[in-house]
T-cell receptor, first 113, second 114 residues
Framework: DAGITQSPRHKVTETGTPVTLRCHQTENHRYMYWYRQDPGHGLRLIHY???????DKGEVSDGYSVSRSKTEDFLLTLESATSSQTSVYFCAIRGQGEGSGYTFGSGTRLTVV | AQSVTQLDSHVSVSEGTPVLLRCNYSSSYSPSLFWYVQHPNKGLQLLLK??????LVKGINGFEAEFKKSETSFHLTKPSAHMSDAAEYFCVVSDKGGSYIPTFGRGTSLIVHP
């Protein structure tokens, strides 16, 4: 999607290894979000950010950490990957102003073996 | 806390017949409501949004939704389904009480038969 990119698009990793996913935006938006998508659960919030160095936990934050040192980048780290973290991860940004919509990246498909 | 319930996990229709995907929400504030569509192995695309203006909202590809505060509903409709409409649809709510963090329903899979 225009203005937001995720990398990598696909990754296979081994149990116990650390993994970092990157979300990059060119819109200079303040709010950024990380979600995971699993069948039957919709999208569930992992962490979100409301500015540089300002982050907070979502409903499924255990085993994940985030960092935002620049407006344009929001990193999601799986500190020690487990098979339960096999999922599709989406990053989103929120437009300016109340009632603004959300733009999503194309997703990262992560498989932990 | 804000929440959203999509009443059907799967909806099956024939091509050319109307589509109805149901969504109920809970919010203590004036909510913003959205419908997103996700085609297989793709990202999420905004279909339409309600942000306290007109209660009948028109979106892309012939979809529309009506905000009904008395029923706390935001159902998605389309007069005539196309094969290309087969996808997963998500109803999303955000409000001031939830810091405008979007909360997703579990999704409705729309199946379109020839």
């Amino acid at each position: 999607d225009a203005g937001i990119t995720q990398s990598p698009r696909h990754k296979v990793t081994e149990t116990g290894t650390p993994v970092t996913l990157r979300c990059h935006q060119t819109e200079n938006h303040r709010y950024m979000y990380w979600y995971r998508q699993d069948p039957g659960h919709g999208l569930r919030l992992i962490h979100y950010s409301y500015g540089v160095k300002d982050t907070d936990k979502g409903e499924v934050s255990d085993g994940y950490s985030v960092s935002r040192s620049k407006t344009e980048d929001f990193l999601l780290t799986l500190e020690s990957a487990t098979s339960s973290q096999t999922s599709v991860y989406f990053c989103a940004i929120r437009g300016q102003g109340e009632g603004s919509g959300y733009t999503f990246g194309s997703g990262t498909r992560l498989t932990v073996v | 806390a804000q929440s959203v319930t999509q009443l059907d996990s799967h909806v099956s229709v024939s091509e050319g017949t109307p589509v109805l995907l149901r969504c109920n929400y809970s919010s203590s504030y004036s909510p913003s409501l959205f419908w997103y569509v996700q085609h297989p192995n793709k990202g999420l695309q905004l279909l339409l949004k309600y942000t306290s203006a007109a209660t009948l909202v028109k979106g892309i590809n012939g979809f529309e939704a009506e905000f009904k505060k008395s029923e706390t509903s935001f159902h998605l409709t389309k007069p005539s389904a196309h094969m290309s409409d087969a996808a997963e649809y998500f109803c999303v709510v955000s409000d001031k009480g939830g810091s405008y963090i979007p909360t997703f329903g579990r999704g409705t899979s729309l199946i379109v038969h020839p």
